[in-house]
């Protein structure tokens, strides 16, 4: 009878964590009669948050696609990340900088989600993640390609499971010559068009500081899922969303491909070897630090550039205030004077303005420079280092950059999150430890009853292989 009952109630629990999703046939809808729900009278932030109740079985590892999960975490979404047992992701332990504590890599990358360890590939570990396919709305994975297949979770098999689920991935590559390439953040750099576009002319490719192989892709990627969600409320059913790196680079890389079709018509004049009379190749050269829109621009040194590696701005020599720029920079003629008054006439020159405007620039500090520019509309960017944006006080006011605290190292900063909404607001939570709240998804999440739970942690399924004792 005890058992019963505890069988009862493990599942009415189950069946109240699956109700928390929110069903929108039962929200009250808007007399009106324009389909949307009844307006809420919740002050504005205290109506939860925009994806509440919307559950994630997070496999993500490394960068891409755990940059995902945790802006959907700060969405709303609970996010249950699954760990290999004993190791977790790979991050926790790389480039450590506290003894003992998971790494920043890590924890930068893994807020306001929760942890539990599960073997994927053992039995009881495979019947936990069935249960956790059943019951969550999306999953997400980044795994090597065909390595969730290899695990036993095909689409075939998850949507036999849960025909709802959204299954979402971020691989290098999309179907094609290289679809079972393993890739990380360069390699998609790389073949996205981003590194053949930057750098300097003479020298060799580069990778930018910007992860936008990764972050970027996790980026596209929960934008697919909110997407895939919304359909769902429609269909009713879950659908696959793939976004792959070199697509997502590419994508970020636009202009650049617009470039490419505007040289087989023509020099690229914006391009400042145009101006220096170098002529064009077949493919988008190197632009150094040319803006990629039709306004000029290059990066100049500031006062202090001799000792400070980033006293530099960067400076638009945008046409609408070219008036503005002459009068301050002191060369009030150039305002009239036919050879520098139109665009046109500058293109061939810009190499010597910005020469021009450098000595002016190199009198003044970056942030003096962007106090008189600004004064007339004038745009320019400081370069700012990391530590001054660590210290920048108007960032740590927003949220961008937050102060978390955190049980095994400590104080760190982290970038919070950076969509902004006034009905939805992120608090930023610490990264959780490796498998810290397997129990409570096991019972409250997934509600396994006690003899289950044990069955299953007795298997092994869930943590680390004993280590073998060295014969004496
Ligand atoms: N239990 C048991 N096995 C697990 C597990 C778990 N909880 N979690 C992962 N594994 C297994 C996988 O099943 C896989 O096993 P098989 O190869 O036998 O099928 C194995 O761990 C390794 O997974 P992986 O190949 O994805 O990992 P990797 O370190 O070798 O490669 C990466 C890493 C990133 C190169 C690869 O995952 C990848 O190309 N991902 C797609 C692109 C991507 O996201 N890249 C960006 C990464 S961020 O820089």
Redesign the pocket.
């Known amino acids: 009878m005890a058992k019963k009952q505890k069988k009862s109630k493990a599942k009415a629990a189950a069946k109240k964590s699956a109700r928390k999703v929110v069903k929108l046939s039962s929200v009250k809808k808007d007399k009106s009669g324009n389909g949307l729900p009844k307006m809420s009278s919740k002050p504005y932030g205290r109506a939860g948050k925009a994806l509440t109740g919307v559950r994630i079985l997070d496999f993500t590892?490394?960068?891409?696609?755990p940059t995902c999960t945790q802006l959907l975490a700060w969405l709303g979404c609970d996010v249950i990340k699954?760990?290999?047992p004993g190791v977790g992701d790979?991050t926790r332990g790389q480039l450590v900088d506290v003894k003992g504590a998971d790494s920043l890599y890590f924890t930068m990358l893994n807020h306001n989600k929760r942890s539990i360890t599960?073997?994927?590939?053992h039995p009881q570990?495979m019947r936990v993640l069935e249960a956790l396919v059943k019951t969550c709305d999306v999953l997400v994975e980044?795994?090597?390609?065909?390595?969730l297949d290899?695990?036993g979770l095909t689409w075939e098999r998850i949507h036999k499971l849960n025909p709802r689920m959204i299954v979402a991935s971020?691989?290098?590559f999309g179907p094609g010559p290289y679809e079972d390439c393993?890739?990380?953040?360069n390699v998609a750099q790389c073949a996205g068009g981003s590194a053949s576009t930057t750098g300097f002319r003479e020298g060799p490719p580069l990778v930018t500081g910007a992860q936008i192989g990764?972050s970027g892709t996790g980026l596209h990627l929960a934008l697919g899922i909110v997407a895939a969600l919304y359909q769902r409320n429609r269909t009713g059913r879950g659908q696959k969303v793939l976004t792959a790196?070199q697509d997502g680079v590419l994508n970020l890389c636009r202009v650049k491909l617009r470039d490419q079709q505007r040289i087989t018509k023509g020099p690229l004049t914006e391009y400042s070897q145009y101006g220096e009379g170098v002529p064009f190749g077949a493919a988008v050269p190197r632009a150094g630090n040319d803006s990629g829109g039709g306004q000029p621009g290059w990066i100049l040194k500031c006062k202090g550039w001799e000792t400070d590696p980033d006293a530099y701005i960067y400076f638009i020599t945008q046409a609408p205030v070219w008036l503005a720029i002459c009068d301050l920079i002191g060369e009030p003629t150039w305002k009239t004077d036919p050879e520098y008054a139109t665009p046109r006439a500058r293109l061939p020159k810009l190499k010597a303005i910005f020469a021009r405007i450098e000595q002016w620039t190199m009198t003044k500090t970056k942030f003096e420079v962007m106090d008189a520019c600004n004064a007339v509309d004038i745009p320019v960017g400081p370069i700012l280092s990391m530590k001054e944006i660590a210290e920048e006080p108007s960032l740590r006011k927003t949220g961008t950059v937050v102060e978390v605290d955190h049980p095994t190292r400590g104080k760190y900063l982290s970038v919070g999150n950076p969509i902004k909404m006034s009905d939805s607001i992120s608090e930023v939570t610490r990264s959780p430890l490796l498998g810290e709240h397997t129990d409570e998804i096991l019972k409250d999440v997934l509600g396994f009853a006690a003899k289950d739970i044990a069955e299953i942690k007795n298997s092994g399924a869930l943590s680390a292989p004993k280590k073998e004792e060295k014969a004496a």
């Open positions: 590892h490394v960068q891409s696609g699954v760990e290999r790979i599960i073997d994927s590939k570990g980044n795994f090597a390609p065909g390595a290899r695990m971020v691989k290098g393993k890739v990380y953040e990764d790196m």
